[in-house]
């Protein structure tokens, strides 16, 4: 251990129900260092990140925090530790001023003076260089916006690490640049930073060093000067996952189910693409590059111009109920705000959307309810074998599945799969994988939504990169490799292969 | 499927069960039986002190008097499933009474029984339309709605009480009747009871309902119309309460120019004690109307043992936040983070 590190780990582990998702990870972030972390999904990145934030407690190894072991139970042991984590979705009070949401539960005194607090903001502000109005409420902010201010509330909490999570995700050019200014800011403050990104030019900017992980163990750590796409690339990339590797045999029938012209959104460039029936697209790129508006306009969640035709007829999709009701099947990433009912059972979630099926007389039958939900779980192995249990009690793996589940039989023509295994024990993931092939085998239209290019692969038959909105790959799979499309992800450039 | 069959032979791997830990039988038993026990235990007291408290006439009278207040809480219950408020319900039923009372002499009972009720389900329209697309705050609508139908109702009935003609025996028949030893309403409000309980576990309104009140957001995303299942909730809630205001009618052959928020009360104390039957941790209309039996067999109860009013009051508070803090405690989340 070196004397300026901060925080040490020493064969970290952690296991998910027999599958283990660190398996023994050594390495320290540097006081006052930006340490960048890297990595496929599934790799541990996230795991790692949740047990120095105190969302998850190791199964073994240890942490040492300024040489000094320390146990790390809960989110309130992170803070208290000074170990903060900026994540995608910043939360903010929102009915509060920008002020009042950068001082929240550091106000000095009883009465607290609204000038003052105003003053304070405004303080921090111009020190680290946001040039947001303090005044605003936190309500009207722009995502990105919201993003930076996030940042300065941590700025006054004395924390001795902040771990930012794709924090350029949502944020254009000219915002990230005050993202990096107000690392350095922090940075002068001896604030060590550890900066989660798939993206190599911002590492490479940003980064005094860079840690590699693949598989749950550590690939490398290397200095700024030895980051280069060929070497992070060729670190990342696990070949020995082997037991995960499913592949699409080629499953397209001649039919045409989907048929995309000039879809265009504020964020994203105009798009045409076609998918036949049993056809798996794949989509990939950085997060917040363009690949969610696709779904954002097929799911009706937001709109777009274009034209979209599902069966040769065009259809107008301007809300979810429309686009389920055109036959698109839109299965969301974010399981726990938007597609599960957390309070109602298992078989109640599954059974939603097939519930006109399993009534007599205007009455759902109870028992076919359960038939249908107990067949459902079977097929996709939903453990423990209990329609009846709350769904907030099941793993996030069988949460997902239960979200598929519920999609199984609702005869779509098209479904759209958002991240279908984000944070899904890894174990989990195979089984996804099956059932989304088994759709497809048996004709449906799928559209595979997935930052991991290592599952794109897997699942499509075609695929695209989007990057900064734009189309900038389009090949059969059987023409792509992995280190390219992962090239192509990271650096946004069309290559020489594209089609 | 064969390849999930061999995924599933290697131990399910993804079958982590979070935040189980078994708790000890006592805790379990008192979950689900907690409330129904505490019912019981306080009926029995009442028996040991008021020989007249088991009578068969006493339980009658309990059931008689609770029927207005039972319809009201059913229907409360379906606005507190979708997730919503609505604190006009009790002068709904004061509307009603007295847009019955009205009709009666213009077109006859029955046609003034079908008006009173449209009218019901309009004014639970307008809540429901305004805490939607109007994109107003439940409470705030319905507290307005409240003082709303106040002056409608004075405004009606010019401040004196309408009395019924006592030639409608057909219609007195229904508050009044008897078939055997049972009130009509007595098996009105058990019909009602049947038929609400099957729309809200047995039926795609109830199941969606319920859903918009777990998790609107996943309601929208699966393609649930979230806007129009909150407005079906507050249309049943303002019918149910009509269905009352149609007995209260009935029963009384008149309709009073003021009254009714004593409903509301006893509606929101028996929808938040009947969430702890079963231990289902949320409203349910066989809770509500067990909920509601124990507020009125507990007055009952003490008027016949002599406690004065002041202290039936007391008592019947002390329980509800007893049996409603009791049920917290079994059921303890990691984190409470919501105070209505």
């Given at each position: 251990m070196t004397a300026d590190a901060l925080v040490e780990f020493r064969g970290l582990e952690k296991e998910f129900s027999g599958t283990k998702a660190l398996k023994g990870v050594s390495l320290e972030f540097r006081r006052g260092e930006v340490h960048g972390l890297l990595g496929e999904n599934g790799a541990g990145k996230s795991t790692l990140i949740k047990i120095l934030t105190g969302v998850y407690t190791p199964t073994g190894g240890e942490i040492l925090l300024e040489g000094k072991a320390v146990k790390i139970g809960s989110p309130l042991d992170a803070h208290k530790l000074g170990l903060g984590a900026v994540y995608q979705d910043a939360e903010l009070v929102?009915?509060?001023t920008v002020a009042q949401n950068v001082l929240l539960g550091n106000e000095h005194g009883f009465v607290i003076s609204s000038k003052a607090v105003h003053d304070e903001a405004r303080r921090i502000f111009s020190e680290i260089g946001i040039e947001v109005d303090?005044?605003?409420?936190?309500?009207?902010?722009?995502a990105a916006e919201m993003q930076l201010v996030t940042l300065a509330t941590l700025?006054?909490?004395?924390?001795?690490l902040i771990v930012l999570d794709?924090?350029?995700?949502?944020?254009?050019g000219k915002e990230v640049e005050l993202l990096f200014t107000i690392i350095k800011s922090f940075l002068d403050q001896g604030i060590t930073i550890v900066y989660i990104s798939h993206r190599l030019g911002e590492i490479k900017r940003i980064c005094d060093r860079v840690t590699i992980l693949r598989g749950g163990l550590v690939s490398a750590t290397l200095e700024r000067d030895e980051i280069s796409e060929d070497r992070v690339t060729e670190l990342m990339?696990?070949?020995?996952?082997?037991?995960?590797?499913?592949?699409?045999?080629g499953l397209a029938q001649d039919r045409m189910v989907l048929e995309v012209e000039n879809l265009r959104t504020e964020k994203l460039k105009p798009l045409s693409f076609t998918v036949r029936a049993g056809e798996v697209l794949g989509i990939t790129g950085?997060?917040?590059?363009?690949?969610e508006q696709v779904e954002h306009a097929l799911g009706g969640i937001g709109g777009y111009e274009g034209t979209v035709k599902v069966n040769g007829k065009v259809v107008s999709i301007d809300s979810p109920v429309a686009s389920r009701r055109h036959g698109i099947s839109l299965i969301p990433e974010d399981r726990r705000k938007q597609?599960?009912?957390?309070?109602?059972t298992m078989a109640q979630n599954i059974c939603l959307p097939v519930l006109s099926t399993l009534t007599r007389l205007g009455l759902i039958r109870t028992s076919l309810e359960n038939g249908y939900a107990d067949g459902v779980m079977r097929r996709l192995s939903v453990?423990?074998?209990?329609?009846?249990?709350?769904?907030?009690?099941?793993?996030g793996g069988n949460q997902q599945k239960a979200v598929i589940g519920k999609w199984?039989?609702?005869?779509?023509d098209v479904y759209i799969f958002v991240e279908?295994?984000?944070?899904?024990?890894v174990g989990a993931i195979k089984e996804i994988y099956d059932i989304i092939l088994h759709m497809a085998r048996e004709g449906a239209a799928i559209i595979v939504i997935s930052s991991s290019v290592k599952e794109v692969l897997s699942l499509a038959e075609t695929v695209f990169v989007i990057h900064d909105g734009d189309l900038v790959h389009a090949a059969p799979?059987?023409?792509?490799?992995h280190d390219q499309l992962l090239a192509i992800a990271m650096r946004g450039r069309t290559s020489v292969a594209a089609a | 499927m064969t390849d999930t069959a061999t995924a599933q032979g290697q131990?399910?791997?993804?079958g982590t069960v979070m935040a189980e830990k078994r708790d000890p039988l006592w805790v379990r038993f008192l979950r689900t039986w907690g409330t129904i026990l505490v019912i019981v235990i306080t009926a029995i007291g009442f028996g040991l002190s008021s020989?007249?408290?088991?009578t068969v006439s006493n339980f009658n009278n309990i059931l008689f008097s609770m029927i207005v207040s039972c319809l009201v809480s059913m229907g409360l219950t379906y606005v507190v499933i979708a997730g919503s408020f609505d604190l006009s319900i009790g002068l709904t039923v004061t509307t009603t009474s007295i847009v019955t009372a009205y009709m009666i002499p213009e077109v006859g009972p029955w046609l003034a029984i079908v008006v009173a009720l449209l009218a019901a389900c309009l004014i639970g329209f307008v809540n429901g339309a305004l805490v939607t697309y109007?994109?107003?705050?439940g409470i705030v609508v319905t507290l307005g709605m409240m003082f709303v139908l106040g002056g409608i109702n004075i405004f009606m009935t010019g401040g004196y009480q309408i009395a019924v003609d006592y030639g409608e025996l057909a219609f007195r028949y229904i508050g009044q009747g008897k078939i055997g030893m049972i009130g009509v309403p007595v098996l009105v409000l058990l019909g009602v009871f049947i038929l609400a309980h099957l729309l809200a576990t047995k039926t795609k309104a109830g199941h969606y309902i319920t859903a918009v009140g777990d998790n609107p957001m996943a309601a929208f995303y699966s393609g649930i119309k979230v806007y129009t299942w909150v407005i079906v909730s507050f249309v049943l809630a303002a019918l149910l309460s009509g269905v009352g205001g149609v007995i209260l009618t009935s029963i009384s052959s008149s309709a009073q120019p003021?009254?009714?928020q004593g409903y509301l009360l006893e509606a929101f104390a028996a929808v938040f004690l009947g969430a702890t039957v079963l231990g289902k941790g949320k409203p349910h209309i066989l809770g509500t109307l067990l909920g509601v039996f124990f507020i009125y067999m507990v007055n009952s109860g003490m008027n016949m043992v002599g406690f004065p009013f002041a202290a039936r009051q007391l008592f019947a508070g002390l329980i509800l936040i007893l049996a409603v803090g009791a049920n917290a405690m079994l059921n303890r989340e990691e984190i409470h983070l919501k105070f209505i």
């Open positions: 929102n009915s509060f303090v005044e605003r409420k936190a309500s009207t902010l722009s700025f006054h909490r004395k924390y001795k794709e924090p350029t995700a949502r944020l254009s990339v696990d070949r020995s996952r082997s037991d995960l590797d499913t592949e699409n045999p950085p997060v917040g590059g363009g690949m597609a599960l009912f957390p309070n109602l453990y423990p074998h209990q329609p009846a249990k709350a769904v907030k009690f099941f793993s199984l039989s609702a005869e779509s279908p295994t984000s944070g899904v024990d799979k059987a023409e792509c490799t | 131990g399910t791997p993804g020989e007249w408290f088991f109007g994109r107003l705050s003021v009254g009714g």
